[in-house]
């Protein structure tokens, strides 16, 4: 597998220096990709560089991921309008742990191949590195005037913010220059690879490698992803898509990848996933013969969510949205986590109940008429029993004056009333 040509079809290249292709077709080659380790798990921001990565071992390459321990601390200028929190040691040393976890669902750290993935953490260099000789011998060999033409200090320093800039994160490409150098000296590493607005620092680092060691080293940069309507790839209302499902469940996970437009799907598939060409041209060749099928969206969701979380999170969350969406059985309910259920129906108008009475037993219109208020009255709830047209738990009510026992509450807490085809009810029994 060409690396090259790979990244190229799928539309993964904004920038790569010459010699970087020759490089690659002559040796295994070690290439690096820095990751923040802000939090305690990637975001699918995080997942473009990650794939760049595994395409990248899938070619025989050797990849290197480096969480930017001592770089965390300072933060990146590129694209901020804003420094950043700084971490300390045990709050970084726990996010390295979590990033590795996930990694390890996309890259191969284990194996005996000498292509097999490191990790590592630019903090266990520069803890004990003094100042004095960082600028002794690293600052020296860099310019101030090749440091202010890069595009995030000249974005900076032209903002009309009055912030400015300070010195700690103009020196922020030195460093990463410096990590580069290192991986460069000590793991033989030729080639860091980022997001396209990653092109200043990631160019300091070859320039700092070829005056201090006379070496060649290389660059490759990928597109920022962003949305067809131009909006911010991977926000959702509630902020960042996570790949732990602490932060975002497998359902809200997958259900975001099912929602993307034809044109994002399209897109998104070639650079999520690993599909092979052929498969990837079919699938937009079917979307565009049956769009409301949705093809592309199905099978990127399937693929992602597979690849993060595991084969039976992502059947879970298709049972899920038939419960939403299709005709599923009140078994398929009864299955769903606590976590799940909420995730599923947020949104839904909540009523709370009183557990004691449901423990006790309670007429269905009474509960749904005086204790919860889903029908404004008997009358137009008993009209639309009679029709079938109301469910508790995905199964229809046959009498409006049915009893209901703690026994039917999902997860010992819950009851899903249906009104109608789409109108849902979630009631909690406090």
Same mark, same amino acid.
């Given at each position: 597998?060409?690396? #090259? ?7 993964? !290249? ?11 077709? /002559?040796?295994?080659?070690?290439? *690096? ?14 997942? +473009? ?51 590795? $976890? ?14 097999? @993935? $490191? ?24 310019? +101030? ?7 995030? +200090? %000249? ?7 009055? #912030? ?5 994160? =103009? ?12 991986? *460069? /000296? ?30 060649? @080293? ?13 909006? %911010? =790839?991977?926000?959702?209302?509630? &902020? ?13 996970? *997958? ?26 041209? @079919? ?18 969701? $399937? ?7 595991? !084969?039976?999170?992502?059947? @879970? ?43 006790? &037993? ?8 005086? /204790? ?10 008993? /009209?639309?029993?009679?029709?079938? &047209? ?26 899903? +009333?249906? %009104?109608? %085809? ?9």
């Amino acid at each position: 597998m060409n690396f #090259v040509e790979e990244l190229r079809w799928r539309g993964m !290249i904004h920038d790569m220096m010459p010699g970087t292709e020759e490089q690659l077709q /002559k040796e295994m080659t070690s290439a *690096y990709v820095g990751i923040d380790p802000t939090a305690d798990s990637l975001h699918i921001g995080h997942l +473009v560089s990650v794939m760049m990565l595994k395409h990248f071992q899938r070619a025989g390459h050797r990849p290197i991921a480096l969480v930017g321990g001592a770089t965390g601390m300072i933060g990146d200028p590129s694209m901020k309008s804003a420094e950043r929190n700084l971490l300390d040691e045990t709050t970084l040393r726990h996010n390295q742990d979590s990033i590795k $976890k996930q990694l390890a669902k996309f890259l191969d750290f284990d194996s005996d191949a000498p292509n097999a @993935a $490191k990790l590592v953490n630019n903090y266990d260099w520069m803890k004990e590195y003094s100042f004095l000789h960082f600028i002794r011998d690293i600052g020296k060999h860099i310019t +101030v005037n090749y440091m202010m033409a890069k595009d995030s +200090v %000249k974005k900076r320093l032209s903002s009309e913010s009055s #912030v400015g800039m300070s010195f700690t994160e =103009f020196s922020y490409q030195l460093l990463q220059g410096y990590d580069f150098l290192y991986l *460069y /000296k000590h793991e033989n590493c030729r080639l860091q690879m980022g997001g396209s607005d990653q092109w200043g620092n990631i160019t300091t680092g070859t320039e700092l490698i070829r005056r201090k060691e006379g070496g060649e @080293a290389y660059a490759l940069t990928c597109p920022l992803i962003t949305k067809a309507d131009g909006g %911010k =790839f991977g926000k959702t209302e509630s &902020g960042n898509v996570w790949l732990d499902r602490r932060y975002t469940s497998p359902y809200k996970f *997958y259900q975001f990848w099912l929602n993307v437009s034809d044109a994002d799907a399209a897109r998104y598939i070639k650079i999520f996933t690993a599909l092979p060409q052929e498969e990837v041209e @079919a699938l937009i060749q079917e979307q565009e013969a049956a769009p409301h099928l949705r093809p592309l969206q199905k099978r990127l969701a $399937k693929e992602v969510t597979t690849m993060v979380h595991s !084969i039976e999170d992502y059947e @879970a969350a298709v049972e899920a949205s038939n419960i939403l969406f299709g005709n599923s059985t009140s078994e398929a309910l009864k299955k769903l986590d606590e976590e799940t259920l909420l995730a599923v129906f947020e949104g839904v108008p909540q009523f709370e109940i009183s557990r004691d009475e449901i423990v006790e &037993g309670v007429k269905a219109v009474d509960l749904l008429t005086e /204790k919860a208020s889903v029908f404004p009255s008997k009358g137009e709830m008993k /009209k639309l029993v009679q029709s079938g &047209g109301v469910s508790i738990n995905k199964e229809k009510l046959v009498a409006f004056d049915e009893m209901i026992y703690a026994g039917h509450l999902l997860d010992g807490k819950y009851l899903l +009333v249906q %009104k109608g %085809k789409k109108n849902y009810f979630l009631l909690i029994a406090k």
